[in-house]
């Protein structure tokens, strides 16, 4: 079946504008979540969706926001980007149990 | 908030050699979980531990989850060129209603 797919691939944005970052999650998984990848601080989480309901939050600011779809497919909004931004963003999916989550293979942004 | 440390950072070996990495929760953990990311690609689930004192077996890979559920340990025998990439263990506390924390990950690098 189709993995966890992340549009798009790549993104160059200014200071100051706005952006959005698509997830279609596994079919059948009802769990999504997104993550921030940075060299100095790691994987980091962001927040986490389950049947079009936020369930849990990262520690981000609230220019950092999500929703999901009845779908289950999830975006994420980032509002007046800023140079610290450039990351890449991850989604993941899970169906729950023991099989962990699923990763998309990322959105890298950048922001000038 | 929940922290969780992983320790080496890099990690230098043989090829041949035994490959170990530790993990470190400030909190009590429900599960933890553990995923390889290889150069330029995005996570990928390799195992969920959940049951205190758990080891789990995985080919030349085992998993340990100490008795606290605090502490965690992936060791790889007789590492392979193929075993190249980032090792990061994540948990979630709070009996699975928190994100999932990730570990700053230990970058294995193999010399043939």
């Known amino acids: 079946k189709a993995g966890v797919t992340q549009t798009p691939r790549y993104l160059i944005k200014t200071r100051g504008q706005q952006v959005t970052l698509s997830c279609s999650p596994i079919s059948g998984h009802r769990s999504v979540s997104w993550y921030q990848q940075t060299p100095g601080q790691g994987l980091q989480f962001l927040f986490e969706y389950f049947s079009e309901t936020q369930r849990n939050k990262g520690n981000f600011p609230g220019r950092f926001s999500g929703r999901q779809f009845s779908n289950s497919r999830s975006e994420m909004n980032v509002s007046t980007l800023e140079l610290g931004d450039s990351a890449l963003y991850l989604c993941?999916?899970?169906?729950?149990?023991?099989?962990?989550?699923?990763f998309g293979s990322g959105t890298r942004l950048t922001v000038v | 908030g929940q922290q969780v440390m992983q320790i080496p950072q890099y990690q230098h070996v043989q090829e041949g050699e035994d490959f170990t990495t530790y993990c470190n929760s400030s909190?009590?953990?429900?599960?933890i979980q553990w995923y390889k990311q290889r150069p330029g690609g995005h996570p990928v689930f390799l195992i969920q531990?959940?049951?205190?004192?758990e080891v789990k077996k995985q080919k030349r890979l085992t998993f340990q989850f100490g008795e606290a559920k605090k502490n965690s340990s992936l060791h790889i025998t007789a590492t392979q060129t193929t075993d190249v990439g980032t090792y990061f263990c994540?948990?979630?506390?709070?009996?699975?209603?928190?994100?999932?924390?990730f570990g700053k990950g230990t970058h294995l690098i193999i010399q043939p």
């Open positions: 531990l959940v049951k205190s004192g």
């Open positions: 909190t009590t953990l429900s599960n």
């Open positions: 993941a999916s899970s169906s729950g149990g023991r099989y962990g989550y699923t």
């Open positions: 994540a948990g979630h506390s709070g009996g699975g209603a928190d994100g999932l924390t």
